[in-house]
Each structure stands twice: as structure tokens, then as C-alpha cells.
């Protein structure tokens, strides 16, 4: 019984420390986010799915910048257009450390995060809808919980929007994102170039 809670108390402190090594100045973090808002059954209700791959590197411990592309397509029920969206930008994630600011670290691999994001993008809308291309940003907090040690499930709420030069100006909503990030030491991302040259 000894060795089996020993056991339990190694493999929980491994998985934590895991979680802090991926994180560190160097490594790499690839994944991205499927965006989902706007779902509803009642008049005016619609979908909205956005696609956000994002690439990273962290110049600090917790601390990582990168880029991301936005595809996305959504439809409202109470009309027959289709919108379209796009964007293409920079982004920053810090995450927190399990100690700061009285965050505990939930159920002892994951971390809580922030990200922010600016670029250019916008949206279309079929058949002669409003349009706009501008300035795309967003900001919010997010949870990564780590499945294996390389790899994260994320969860991420975010104000998102466009202030745009066509027919409209600002358009901004809160979405929810899941998606998923595969984090790589240096030396394992330099292994995967050189596999795919």
C-alpha cells in the first residue's frame, strides 16, 4: 500500500514538472483553436465556427509570441448569407505559475494562461451583405490541461473583433474556444524540421 501511494505522489509531482519544463524559455508550442459562438435555437440564432491554427515561441519562462491565421464561416437562421471570416496576426500568451497570485494548479497539470492577439482580418457576407477588413484583435483567459506531457486540451474565453474600413465599423463578440496545443522542447522541434525538409 506503501508503494502504490508512493507511486501516486511521483507520478503527480512528474506530471507537474512536466507541465512547468514545457513552458520554459526555447520550447515550442504549435496547435490551434476550433472557435464556436453565436449557437442558438430561437429567432435570429446561428452558428458561428472559426479555425485559428497558432504557432509559438517562448522567449521566457511562461512567457511565449507567435502567430495565428483565422478561417471561419457562420450563418444566422434568420437569413440565407453566409459569413466569412479571415485574419492573420500576432499573439501573446503568459502563463501563470501555480504559486502566483494565490492560482492553484487545477488537479496538478494544467495552467491557466492569458492571450492576446492583434493582426489584420475581417469578414464578408454573401450575396451583397456588409462587409469590412481592419484591425482583428482579441483578448482572454484560457486553461491548458495537459493530457501527456507534450500535449494540451485548452479551453479559452475571448472578447474578439474587427474594426474594419468597409460598410461597418466595429463588430466584437465573446467567444468559446477548444482546442488543443502540442508543446516542443527546442531540440524535438528542430528534429521535426528537419524530417519534413
Known amino acids: 500500500m506503501k508503494k502504490l501511494i508512493l507511486t501516486g505522489i511521483l507520478a503527480v509531482a512528474g506530471l507537474t514538472a512536466t507541465a512547468n519544463a514545457q513552458i520554459q524559455k526555447g520550447n515550442w508550442m504549435v496547435g490551434s483553436s476550433l472557435a464556436t459562438s453565436n449557437f442558438g435555437l430561437n429567432t435570429g440564432g446561428g452558428y458561428q465556427i472559426n479555425l485559428q491554427p ?117 463588430t466584437s463578440n465573446i467567444t468559446f474556444n477548444l482546442g488543443f496545443s502540442i508543446y516542443l522542447p527546442t531540440s524535438k522541434a528542430k528534429q521535426v524540421v528537419n524530417e519534413v525538409k
Open 54 to 170: 497558432k504557432g509559438a515561441y517562448f522567449i521566457e519562462d511562461n512567457l511565449a509570441v507567435g502567430g495565428y491565421v483565422n478561417l471561419g464561416i457562420g450563418k444566422s437562421s434568420n437569413t440565407s448569407n453566409t459569413r466569412f471570416d479571415y485574419g492573420v496576426g500576432a499573439l501573446g500568451r503568459y502563463y501563470l505559475s501555480p504559486g502566483e497570485q494565490g492560482v492553484n494548479n487545477l488537479l496538478h497539470h494544467g495552467r491557466w494562461f492569458f492571450e492576446g492577439n492583434l493582426g489584420v482580418g475581417g469578414y464578408s457576407i454573401s450575396k451583397g451583405g456588409n462587409s469590412t477588413t481592419g484591425l482583428d484583435f482579441g483578448a482572454g483567459p484560457g486553461y491548458s490541461y495537459f493530457i501527456t506531457p507534450n500535449i494540451g486540451l485548452e479551453g479559452l474565453v475571448k472578447y474578439a473583433g474587427v474594426t474594419g474600413f468597409g460598410n461597418q465599423g466595429l
